[in-house]
């Protein structure tokens, strides 16, 4: 949203927080959960805070349910509005954690790549983890990034470089 008028922002906040508070309620969390959202850098981001449980809920299997969450609320949003933004959606942390998991894994897998010259795939991830991994390892020498197979299963590889 560039040149974005303070009602135009407020208008995309008011739109987030009313499907978040449907969502939530939807799925029976606890009322008390909190939302912080703010505008930064034409993006909307959201940050969910509340019992362990119902965070532990909202973040689902490897994070399939906040992206889902995340996924519908673009949807609404990009469909609703003559402004459509990105809305970036987060749970008590998890995806820097996430991230930093990710970068981990990928730490091991160059490290077993300059071992054994051999390519290392790792877990199936979505296109936002594996988009990570790309970006952490684009400046390393003598290495490649490379994804493969279809979604769900759609995986990253991590391989010596084949100038």
């Known amino acids: 949203m560039t040149d974005t008028t303070r009602e135009q922002v407020d208008e995309v906040l008011d739109l987030v927080a009313e499907f978040m508070e449907e969502t939530l309620d939807a799925l029976d969390v606890d009322p ?34 906040l992206d889902a969450i995340q996924y519908l609320l673009n949807a609404v949003v990009q469909s609703s ?3 459509p933004v990105h809305v970036q959606l987060d749970a008590q942390g998890y995806r820097k954690r996430r ?11 160059v490290a077993e790549v300059a071992r054994t010259g051999r390519r290392i795939e790792l877990e199936p991830m979505t296109s936002s983890e594996r988009k990570v991994i790309h970006q952490y390892l684009k400046d390393v020498p003598d290495i490649q990034t ?16 084949q100038d």
């Open 32 to 65: 008390d959960t909190e939302m912080d959202l703010r505008y930064d850098d034409g993006s909307i981001w959201g940050e969910l805070d509340g019992d362990e449980d119902d965070i532990a809920l909202l973040i689902g299997r490897r994070g399939q349910t």
């Open 81 to 83: 509005l003559e402004h």
């Open 99 to 109: 991230a930093r998991q990710l970068e981990k894994d990928a730490d091991r897998a």
């Open 146 to 161: 490379v994804s493969s197979g279809r979604e769900p299963n759609r995986r990253l590889a991590v391989e010596p470089r």
